[in-house]
């Protein structure tokens, strides 16, 4: 977007501080409800901003949406078809809300009990700054990309946040990364599709290397593959759509049609595509503020916690998810994550 300012109606946009892509959107209005319906009326400038940023939007001076968590239902709604009701996908009982289902929580506080990663070993890069590149700093992923059709669009706020220099969410534009893929990977990945499995039914390299026997899974449960090239279904743009080792069935993959296994030539290239895309350049760092939304599309991007004092402050997020667009790679295709059996979606998982 350069570096001009664009106002209208209640909305002034420009470009993030320190981001090689994504758009800030700062909002003037008097009440959370003033808020929500200016994004509301301004509906189709907030997507197409949102494209032409690479897929990343933060809103700012949305402080009230914190006393009010169905507000953040409709404003997901602005971003596609359908906003995720949590009660029926692959999601643990502990990170629902307690009075609207579309709404996903995340906090270190009970009963969600949600931990922050661990800090990277060692904390900094060689030269004092804070890491970001895939294997020093982890938990680069899409979300629930192991469901086909994997979700659009995720919706971020922050409740609760830790001080600024602490729990940030980082986003890796996997366009630009692509772009600045050598020829030969280029070539070597085009047609290729990564395995994606939930994290928690033993195909981890961890579960891997530890011997343990994968979980018994139902249909709906089952890993699932996913191009390594995602062409995006709005922009036309190619991107990589991969995600961390843990987020990779390591029994059957990571990569289909190359050697298995976590030492094998599909968890090799896997890493190299992994540390490729968070180099420095392609990352933006968000240092929360409260009433922060942000707007990350799965669909071109990667992101990743980071860690925060867990003992020392509390933290609380919600989380959306829209659905809806895809992409051709997947029209027309029922979802793989609903149960055709009558049991719940997590039915053998209640533990997780």
């Given at each position: 977007m350069g570096d001009h300012i664009m106002a209208a109606n209640s909305f002034s946009f420009g470009p993030l501080d320190n981001a090689p892509f994504g758009v800030l959107a700062t909002i003037d209005a008097g009440s959370a409800e003033a808020a929500v319906n200016a994004m509301l009326g301004a509906g189709a400038q907030l997507r197409s901003e949102l494209n032409k940023a690479g897929g990343l939007m933060v809103v700012r001076g949305l402080d009230g949406l914190r006393h009010a968590p169905g507000e953040l239902v409709r404003i997901s709604r602005i971003f596609g078809p359908e906003v995720e009701n949590y009660h029926g996908t692959l999601t643990a009982a502990r990170f629902f809300h307690d009075e609207v289902?579309?709404?996903?929580?995340?906090?270190?506080?009970?009963?969600?009990?949600?931990?922050?990663?661990?800090?990277?070993?060692?904390?900094?890069?060689?030269?004092?700054?804070?890491?970001?590149?895939?294997?020093?700093?982890?938990?680069?992923?899409?979300?629930?990309?192991?469901?086909?059709?994997?979700?659009?669009?995720?919706?971020?706020?922050?409740?609760?946040?830790?001080?600024?220099?602490?729990?940030?969410?980082?986003?890796?534009?996997?366009?630009?990364?692509?772009a600045a893929l050598d020829p030969d990977t280029r070539r070597k990945?085009?047609?290729?599709?990564?395995?994606?499995?939930?994290?928690?039914?033993?195909?981890?390299?961890?579960?891997?290397?530890?011997?343990?026997?994968?979980?018994?899974?139902?249909?709906?449960?089952?890993?699932?593959?996913?191009?390594?090239?995602?062409?995006?279904?709005?922009?036309?743009?190619?991107?990589?759509?991969?995600?961390?080792?843990?987020?990779?069935?390591?029994?059957?993959?990571?990569?289909?049609?190359?050697?298995?296994?976590?030492?094998?030539?599909?968890?090799?290239?896997?890493?190299?595509?992994?540390?490729?895309?968070?180099?420095?350049?392609?990352?933006?760092?968000?240092?929360?503020?409260?009433?922060?939304?942000?707007?990350?599309?799965?669909?071109?991007?990667l992101h990743a916690a980071t860690w925060y004092d867990a003992e020392m402050y509390p933290r609380l997020m919600w989380r959306t998810t829209v659905m809806g667009d895809p992409g051709a790679e997947y029209r027309g295709e029922a979802k793989s994550w609903i149960p055709q059996d009558g049991l719940a979606p997590m039915h053998g998982m209640e533990d997780t």
């Amino acid at each position: 977007m350069g570096d001009h300012i664009m106002a209208a109606n209640s909305f002034s946009f420009g470009p993030l501080d320190n981001a090689p892509f994504g758009v800030l959107a700062t909002i003037d209005a008097g009440s959370a409800e003033a808020a929500v319906n200016a994004m509301l009326g301004a509906g189709a400038q907030l997507r197409s901003e949102l494209n032409k940023a690479g897929g990343l939007m933060v809103v700012r001076g949305l402080d009230g949406l914190r006393h009010a968590p169905g507000e953040l239902v409709r404003i997901s709604r602005i971003f596609g078809p359908e906003v995720e009701n949590y009660h029926g996908t692959l999601t643990a009982a502990r990170f629902f809300h307690d009075e609207v289902p579309e709404v996903l929580v995340l906090s270190n506080m009970a009963p969600c009990n949600h931990p922050p990663p661990p800090r990277p070993d060692p904390p900094l890069t060689q030269d004092g700054a804070f890491p970001v590149q895939f294997p020093q700093r982890g938990n680069w992923h899409t979300d629930q990309s192991y469901r086909r059709p994997p979700p659009d669009i995720t919706l971020l706020f922050g409740v609760t946040n830790p001080p600024r220099d602490q729990g940030q969410t980082l986003f890796a534009d996997c366009t630009a990364a692509l772009a600045a893929l050598d020829p030969d990977t280029r070539r070597k990945i085009d047609g290729l599709s990564g395995i994606h499995a939930p994290s928690w039914i033993g195909r981890r390299p961890e579960d891997v290397r530890a011997g343990m026997v994968p979980k018994a899974l139902l249909a709906h449960q089952q890993p699932q593959r996913q191009p390594l090239v995602r062409v995006h279904p709005v922009t036309g743009l190619p991107s990589l759509y991969i995600c961390e080792e843990k987020q990779m069935d390591h029994v059957d993959g990571p990569i289909e049609g190359l050697e298995t296994g976590v030492d094998g030539e599909g968890a090799r290239l896997l890493r190299q595509l992994l540390a490729h895309a968070t180099q420095p350049q392609f990352v933006y760092v968000h240092e929360w503020q409260t009433g922060d939304l942000v707007i990350g599309d799965n669909r071109c991007l990667l992101h990743a916690a980071t860690w925060y004092d867990a003992e020392m402050y509390p933290r609380l997020m919600w989380r959306t998810t829209v659905m809806g667009d895809p992409g051709a790679e997947y029209r027309g295709e029922a979802k793989s994550w609903i149960p055709q059996d009558g049991l719940a979606p997590m039915h053998g998982m209640e533990d997780t």
